[in-house]
């Protein structure tokens, strides 16, 4: 058994080997066969010749992407195509555009000349992307008017604004692709989509541009600076005299109390104010209701910073003699 394990492992050695040489070789024959091959002449293959397109980049940009390449037929060494093939330090073919918002498309017959001159020693046999499509804008600058939309903003409760919403600047410059500055219109619209807010409100609010638009144009400034105060509505209770207005002599209230709590809501800047102010509740005959026979309390002249009056009693029955 031992004598037949040290056989059988000299004999896989042997093998191994055999196979290492066998392979060598034909490795060796087959870069021999490429590199024969590669250096023989009048070959034909198909490649895709890379290609870049010369314009005024300060006046027109592109709006579309470019192509990159063309699809060309080309015949020669072996060596050449090969590294045509594979791009391997391959200049491109540079194309010039000189009106480029002017016609979007260029005919193979058009520069077929320029490009065989480029694949020497190479030789062109034929271009077979038919056109080269592209799509190029002029480059202008527009100053646009900045709107603010205000439609997704909310204050907190109780809160409200304390005077106008400003932002500046008013105005703002595109510059761009003129196609996609046109999309835009002549306004652009800010939008504060904050919620419950309770506090003065003074941030930098970025310009909005779309994903779409964003590659094509820019603003100036990207920002807009937009502020604005908010006050609170304080909760408070404030004791009020009664007056009779109008009252017949027979006339006479089933609740015969000269004054009500008013309940409200006030300002924050006001608070001290308030307090100094003297207000008068009024139950005013002439503006009773007949068909229950009640009268309602009236405070008047209420200053613009006192918000969610109510009284308690808020009604008074009426009694006839």
């Given amino acids: 058994m031992k004598r ?4 059988f492992g000299k004999f896989k050695k042997k ?19 490429v590199l024969n091959a590669l250096n023989k002449d009048n070959y034909v293959t198909v490649v895709n010749y890379p290609i870049v397109f010369q314009y005024n980049a300060e006046e027109y940009m592109p709006v579309e992407e470019i192509p990159s390449e063309i699809r060309i037929e080309i015949n020669g060494n072996g060596w050449d195509l090969f590294r045509k093939y594979f791009n391997f330090n391959v ?16 005919l193979a017959s058009e520069y077929r000349r320029n490009l065989a001159e480029v ?13 080269l499509k592209f799509n190029f804008d002029k480059i202008v600058e527009r100053q646009v008017e900045v709107g ?63 994903e779409a638009l964003s590659p094509y144009v820019s603003v100036s400034p990207k920002t807009i600076h937009v502020k604005f105060s908010v006050v609170a509505f304080l909760e408070g209770n404030k004791r009020v005299m009664l007056r009779k207005v109008n009252f017949p002599e ?4 089933d609740n015969e ?20 102010l003297d207000l008068v509740g009024v139950l005013d005959y002439r503006n009773r209701n007949i068909e229950d026979s009640t009268v309602t309390v009236e405070i008047n002249d209420l200053p613009d910073y ?16």
């Fill in 4 to 7: 037949f394990q040290k056989y």
């Fill in 15 to 33: 093998k191994t080997s055999d196979i290492k040489v066998v392979v060598l070789c034909v490795i060796a024959a087959t870069t021999f066969w």
């Fill in 91 to 106: 200049p491109p073919f540079n194309i010039e555009l000189t009106n480029p918002d002017e016609r979007n498309y260029l």
């Fill in 119 to 131: 694949l020497e020693p190479t030789s062109l046999v034929s271009v077979l992307t038919d056109s």
């Fill in 148 to 210: 603010l939309d205000t439609g997704a903003m909310s204050l907190a409760p109780h809160h409200q604004l304390a005077g106008d919403i400003a932002w500046e600047p008013k105005d703002i410059v595109l510059k761009g692709a003129e196609s996609k500055i046109k999309q835009l219109g002549g306004e652009l619209f800010l939008t504060l989509n904050e919620e419950h807010i309770k506090d003065d409100f003074d941030q930098y609010i970025p310009v909005p541009l779309t």
């Fill in 250 to 253: 027979n006339v006479r209230l």
């Fill in 257 to 276: 109390i000269n004054s009500v709590l008013m309940s409200y809501r006030v300002d924050e800047r006001k608070v001290e104010v308030l307090r100094e």
């Fill in 306 to 321: 006192i918000k969610n009056i109510d009284t308690e009693p808020h009604t008074f029955n009426l009694s006839y003699e």
